[in-house]
């Protein structure tokens, strides 16, 4: 019998940090290996957020901060909300978390009792499901491909919602496929919403700023649905700050209450001198984030051009984030060197990681199995001598 809860053990690992965890183990023993496998920018972060750190220090923010985070961030939060989102939220309707993640978490947590269900289109972020089973409850989701560009239409969320729904949670721009819903795509799944009130939406905005169509939109704009829609969001993508730990959401003030007492007993709150820095990043503008999503969409054309031209690989052009999600089940049933068969999208990441030296991860994590996640995040002579190694790596399959 297992020392360990069934929490735990019912738990999975996450994909990404585990293809990132075998790359670094590999790079140890001597290999070039090339990372296309974690979410985080390889920028550094802007040298008037660091500096707003240092003056933090010097300050003496080195005490507790408050559990929901401090006033001033909060309200630089509602002001950007507000600029950027045209979104009327005020301090007592934002809670600082440690990350994104930690604030995913907390709603979850919050919201979902034994046997609710959660709908997740996929793909998805790999630790959306998980976390619905850390809270007992169960996630129903809703299939999608390359040829819908990964997107849900009304008509598929209709048919998931059952009686025992409790939430909807999705991200845009989406992680791991990029894909970016436009404003009246988000008003037709409102649309549907309002058909049914006891449902709550998380709307997961962590790459809002690296968006490559228009501007970005959340489907809190809707009136009809906000109260019930709970934005998260944070610093690390688009400030570079993944180190940092810097997320929140902007929920209704019962939901947000709810949050910050769940945050009280867990982690209370976020890290002083992150908080003063994330200050600092809000208020300053988006000069350095548009420099990067400059760079960004350079590397998005370079890396589709360089995918188009890999026999037996589909993908298509993503519309935001910094990830490819080709399609490469033409590879299943294929033999490596050594007559190993490659089955399914762990076992093709796996020979790309050990044969090419390319980290990268397989699709089933996401809920798509007919898939890898590569991400751009990082130079451009990484990624052409990348994706030269998977080309030839795929091309050595027979």
Same mark, same amino acid.
């Given at each position: 019998m297992s020392i360990l809860s069934d929490r735990i053990n019912n738990l999975s690992e996450s994909a990404t940090l585990k293809m990132t965890k075998l790359g670094r183990e590999l790079a140890a023993k001597g290999v070039n290996v090339i990372s296309l496998s974690v979410g985080e920018p390889d920028f550094n972060t802007p040298d008037h957020v660091k500096e707003a750190a240092k003056k933090a220090l010097d300050d003496n923010f080195t005490r507790y901060s408050p559990v929901a985070g401090y006033p001033d961030l909060r309200q630089a939060i509602v002001n950007k909300l507000k600029a950027e989102n045209n979104l009327d939220y005020d301090i007592s309707q934002i809670v600082v978390s440690t990350g994104a993640k930690q604030s995913l978490s907390n709603v979850i947590l919050t919201l979902i009792n034994p046997g609710d269900e959660v709908i997740i289109p996929t793909p998805y972020w790999v630790s959306y499901s998980e976390m619905v089973t850390l809270a007992e409850g169960k996630s129903v989701f809703i299939n999608t491909s390359i040829e819908s560009d990964f997107k849900i239409t009304p008509a598929q969320l209709e048919a998931a919602i059952t009686p025992k729904s409790k939430l909807f949670m999705f991200s845009s721009p989406n992680n791991p496929t990029g894909t970016v819903y436009s404003k009246d795509e988000l008003a037709a799944l409102a649309k549907v919403f309002e058909k049914h009130p006891n449902i709550f939406i998380i709307s997961d905005e962590i790459y809002e700023h690296i968006n490559f169509v228009d501007q970005h939109e959340s489907i809190a704009q809707f009136p009809s649905i906000k109260d019930?829609?709970?934005?998260?969001? %944070?610093? =690390?993508?688009?400030?570079?700050?993944?180190?940092?730990?810097?997320?929140?959401?902007?929920?209704?003030?019962?939901?947000?209450?709810?949050?910050?007492?769940?945050?009280?007993?867990t982690t209370s709150g976020t890290c002083s001198i992150a908080q003063r820095a994330g200050i600092v990043a809000y208020e300053q503008g988006l000069d350095t984030v548009n420099e990067m999503k400059k760079a960004f969409a350079r590397r998005r054309q370079?890396?589709?051009?360089?995918?188009?031209?890999?026999?037996?690989?589909?993908?298509?052009?993503?519309?935001?984030?910094?990830?490819?999600?080709?399609?490469?089940?033409?590879?299943?049933?294929?033999?490596?060197?050594?007559?190993?068969?490659?089955?399914? =999208?762990?076992?093709?990441?796996?020979?790309?990681?050990?044969? %090419?030296?390319?980290?990268?991860? %397989?699709?089933d994590s996401f809920g798509n199995d007919n898939y890898i996640r590569l991400s751009y995040a990082a130079s451009d002579e990484s990624l052409v001598e990348a994706l030269r190694r998977i080309k030839e790596a795929l091309g050595n399959l027979r």
């Open positions: 019930r829609v709970i934005i998260v969001n %944070g610093f =690390s993508k688009a400030f570079a700050m993944t180190g940092w730990r810097l997320g929140y959401i902007a929920a209704s003030k019962e939901i947000a209450a709810a949050n910050d007492k769940m945050q009280g007993q370079l890396v589709y051009d360089l995918l188009k031209d890999i026999p037996g690989v589909k993908t298509n052009l993503p519309e935001g984030a910094f990830y490819f999600f080709p399609e490469i089940s033409s590879f299943f049933g294929k033999k490596d060197a050594d007559g190993n068969i490659i089955k399914n =999208s762990s076992d093709l990441a796996l020979y790309l990681l050990n044969v %090419g030296h390319v980290a990268t991860v %397989g699709g």
